[in-house]
């Protein structure tokens, strides 16, 4: 069983925040605040064996405080963006915050990146708890939602959504890490990625669903690719992805990865699994810190890579996607797994 340690790590306006460990029987680690939920480090071992950070965060408090890059936060009510702020349930439509032009994003300023969660160790687990008042972001419900962590010694970091709600709302929570396998000492660029799925959530522009699953072109299909290799274009400017991948059933149960991304220089491989029906591919195009990361220096663009599991964006508003909506008397419960270790070669993946 892993050890889980904690330490005061400041105060906000609504409550102390502490910074957790969990560290297993090989030496890796993880380390989770309960402001914001927040994963804020994952150490795992290279081919060679030495111990590095391989997510974008910070090393204090006041980082994650001033960020507006949701980095390894847990992103609630609702994930993604859902059209013109607004959203239609029950017979009653709900106005939320314009936070992305005239959409809604992420949860906007009332989001969970920026509250601070009761916590408690129950065994292996590190439990978060919050509740989120009825109208609390324009959403209806008096929520009750639990962010469960744990860390395995497999080097499996598992992710447990829970929520209850006396009124119907929505529910979609993800994890918003950016990873860099190489522990900083390279770009997303030279990564490898391949996504299980060959349909994605047609999108404009400004990221907001048409309505429409269509099949995965050349630009956004990814099987055993060089990340770089898709984002530059042919005027030899880089365009980055906000693509959102519909899964089959199949990948839906956390027996089958979902995602796999590889870096040749650390040897490093990260598995993506999920119950959700989505994943986001995020390749931080509008990555732009103010405070100074693990690394001591300001993140930019593609400095990491996100893969978000989700429901689809805008999913509120199109009968046709899965739905996010969470009833009263039921209980959601959806699950994301990051499964961390060696590959021998740039083209091993599984299933």
């Known amino acids: 069983m892993n050890k889980i340690s904690k330490r005061w790590w400041g105060n906000v306006g609504d409550g102390d925040v502490y910074l957790f460990k969990m560290i297993n029987q090989k ?21 060679d064996g030495i111990l590095g950070n391989i997510i974008l965060g910070f090393p204090l408090l006041r980082g994650y405080v001033n960020d507006q890059n949701y980095i390894g936060a847990t992103v609630g009510r609702f994930a993604n ?35 601070t969660f009761a916590y408690e160790i129950n ?39 829970f929520g209850e709600t ?10 918003h890490s950016y990873f860099n396998l190489s522990a900083g000492k390279g770009h997303i660029f030279e990564h490898h990625l391949h996504i299980y799925a060959d349909q994605i959530v047609e999108a404009g522009t400004d990221y907001i669903s048409t309505g429409k699953i269509i099949a995965a072109d050349d630009t956004n299909t990814f099987s055993d690719c060089k990340i770089g290799d ?24 956390l027996d089958l990865p979902v995602a796999a991304l590889l870096d040749p220089l650390s040897g490093r491989k990260l598995s993506l699994y999920t119950s959700y029906p989505g994943v986001l591919l995020y390749t931080g195009d509008y990555l732009n810190t103010t405070d100074k990361g693990h690394n001591g220096r300001i993140y930019k663009p593609f400095d990491g890579v996100c893969l978000e599991a989700q429901y689809f964006p805008d999913s509120p508003n199109h009968i046709s996607f899965p739905s996010p909506v969470l009833k009263t008397g039921t209980t959601a419960h959806h ?10 070669n740039k083209s091993q993946y599984e299933n």
């Open 230 to 253: 898709k984002l530059l274009q042919s005027d030899g400017k880089i365009k980055g992805l906000n693509t959102c991948y519909a899964l089959d059933f199949e990948r839906q149960t």
């Open 166 to 175: 006396d009124q119907d709302t929505l529910f979609n929570l993800t994890n």
């Open 123 to 161: 065994g292996d687990a590190l439990i978060f708890s919050l509740l989120s008042a009825d109208g609390n972001g324009g959403f209806p419900g008096n929520l009750k939602a639990q962010v469960h962590y744990r860390w395995t010694d497999d080097n499996e970091l598992k992710i447990d959504y």
């Open 335 to 344: 699950a994301i797994v990051f499964k961390f270790d060696i590959h021998t």
């Open 27 to 47: 030496g890796a680690f993880v380390e989770i605040s309960n402001y914001g939920a927040t994963l804020i480090s994952v150490h795992t071992h290279d081919k």
């Open 81 to 115: 963006r859902i059209a013109n702020a607004s959203f239609s349930l029950d017979g009653k439509i709900f106005k939320l915050e314009q936070n992305d032009g005239p959409n809604h994003n992420h949860g906007g300023s009332a989001g969970f990146h920026k509250k």
